[in-house]
């Protein structure tokens, strides 16, 4: 089993910048992909950005230009730099972690953007 461990969430204004980050813990397979979805009142859960192993990437639409996804596998951590934040960023942002048929969530960290 692998548990993800996330941290980084917080206010901030709009425009503003957060990084989150997520550390898996575990036996940790070198070949996988780690990914950031979000979840905000009443939506469903969306992919906001997946990086794999080999350090590919995607990223949704409403991230591309704004957000960077990053790795370090020596450490089994991903992060995700957020910049110029809207107030329809926010949302409970969730760390994900998948190998072969091992699948595990974070517990999930609050990201609001208000003024």
């Known amino acids: 089993q692998v548990q993800l461990v996330e941290s980084g969430g917080g206010l901030v204004q709009p425009g503003g910048s957060l990084r989150l980050s997520c550390t898996a813990r575990g036996i940790i397979s070198s070949i996988n992909t780690m990914a950031w979805y979000r979840q905000a009142p009443g939506k469903q859960r969306e992919l906001v950005a997946r990086i794999r192993s080999d350090g590919s990437t995607n990223y949704a639409d409403s991230a591309k230009d704004r957000f960077t996804i990053s790795r370090d596998n020596a450490k089994s951590t991903v992060s995700l730099q957020m910049g110029s934040l809207k107030p329809e960023d926010t949302a409970v942002y969730y760390c994900?972690?998948?190998?072969?048929?091992?699948?595990?969530w974070g517990q999930g960290t609050q990201v609001t953007v208000s003024s």
């Open positions: 994900h972690f998948k190998a072969w048929s091992i699948e595990s």
